[in-house]
């Protein structure tokens, strides 16, 4: 299903240069079902040290595309990757795995999505810290050992000097998350890729993740694409925000525009399940209806078309490519004048 060639580069006015560029990405799995087309002719940038982030219903494809970033789908024997990766002007996805492990971990780090079974339980913090540091930095042990208990403390680990001794089972959720970003940003990467960094933890531990990866990522001046379910973790964090649905990004723009005047139905469902303190308590939360579709089946249209109130003949029948809406906005809708009017009206009220 070709969607490619209509990618056009972000028009923030903010940052020229990219320091991940990914180009008609997809990566389809072998399965008894029949091919899953989990990231399907995918396209986006980010800049150096900008903060992205990547939304959508589980299913849809967020985690495939990190770890495709991260260079492990090569390693899966059903999968089938496809486009192109170019990171700091390198194509990943061309490169020799001996290369690729370079990348990973240093250049380009990873908080996964489970933190209980992405720390091995076996090693200790100290174990689990100093082998990625002396391997990408080549430091001593020793010095590995001082930096990481400096990474400790900058994520808020008091007394870290004796709890890097500690094994993963001895630290709280939130405590187990700080050390997971300590590991991640031990090696200064230039990409962080944090997969649903706060989903475990309960609000406050979360508002405080949260603002630890945005202060840290300006420190260290590391780019970060933060990938969630949740519109909320996003919204005060991330400058540009790219919304995936079945295997595609649908919509991507500025987070404020594209909070306040989605371009894309599946955005506005996905808004209108999210508690906003800017509207009234009375405003219910509605939750989109329906499911996304089998990715092993996906319909010949618009994807989002079963469960969209606009959907037309023309959306059963071809899949939209993504539309430039705006000032850094695409949208992969038809209808998306019909949004634009909207919002029109609204300001004009
Ligand atoms: N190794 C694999 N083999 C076959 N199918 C896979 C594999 N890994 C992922 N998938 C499928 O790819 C699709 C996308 O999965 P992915 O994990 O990227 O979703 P997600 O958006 O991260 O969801 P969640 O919010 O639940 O984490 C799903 O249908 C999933 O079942
Ligand atoms: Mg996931």
């Not at 494809?61 to 002007?89: C, E, H, P, W, Y």
């Not at 949740?230 to 079945?246: E, K, P, Q, S």
């Not at 109130?309 to 209808?335: I, Y």
Request: glycine residues 8%; charged residues 20%; contains cysteine.
């Amino acid at each position: 299903m070709m969607l490619a060639g209509v990618y056009t580069p972000p028009a923030m006015g903010v940052t020229t240069s990219r320091l991940l560029d990914i180009t008609d990405l997809s990566v389809e799995f072998a399965s008894m079902e029949g091919t899953v087309h989990a990231v399907d002719h995918v396209s986006f940038a980010v800049a150096p040290g900008e903060l992205v982030g990547l939304v959508g219903e589980s299913g849809c494809g967020k985690s495939v595309t990190a770890t495709a970033i991260l260079g492990l789908t090569r390693m899966l024997a059903n999968a089938t990757v496809s486009g192109r990766i170019d990171f700091q002007d390198r194509d990943l996805l061309a490169l020799p795995e001996s290369e690729v492990r370079k990348v990973r971990g240093k250049e380009i780090a990873m908080i996964f999505q489970d933190p209980v079974t992405s720390l091995n339980p076996v090693l200790s913090i100290e174990r689990l810290m100093t082998e990625g540091i002396e391997l990408h930095l080549g430091l001593s042990h020793e010095d590995a050992v001082a930096r990481a208990i400096d990474m400790l403390q900058k994520v808020g680990i008091p007394k870290a000097a004796e709890r890097i001794k500690d094994y993963p089972h001895q630290f709280s959720g939130g405590m187990r998350q700080r050390v997971m970003i300590a590991i991640a940003l031990s090696c200064n990467p230039k990409l962080l890729l944090a997969d649903e960094p706060t989903t475990a933890l309960d609000v406050t531990i979360q508002a405080q993740i949260l603002r630890l990866m945005k202060q840290l990522s300006r420190e260290y001046d590391a780019a970060v694409i933060v990938i969630t379910h949740d519109l909320g973790v996003v919204a005060g964090m991330c400058r540009r925000i790219l919304v995936m649905y079945a295997g595609r990004i649908v919509e991507e723009g500025p987070a404020k525009p594209l909070f306040h005047h989605p371009h894309h139905p599946y955005t506005v469902g996905l808004l209108k399940s999210v508690p906003r303190l800017d509207r009234p308590r009375s405003d219910e939360l509605e939750s989109i209806e329906g499911l996304p579709p089998d990715l092993s089946h996906l319909p010949p249209g618009c994807s989002f078309a079963p469960r969209c109130w606009l959907a037309t003949d023309e959306c059963w029948q071809t899949p939209p490519k993504l539309f430039v809406t705006g000032d850094g906005r695409r949208s992969a809708c038809f209808h998306r004048d019909k949004l634009i009017d909207l919002a029109a009206a609204e300001v004009t009220a």
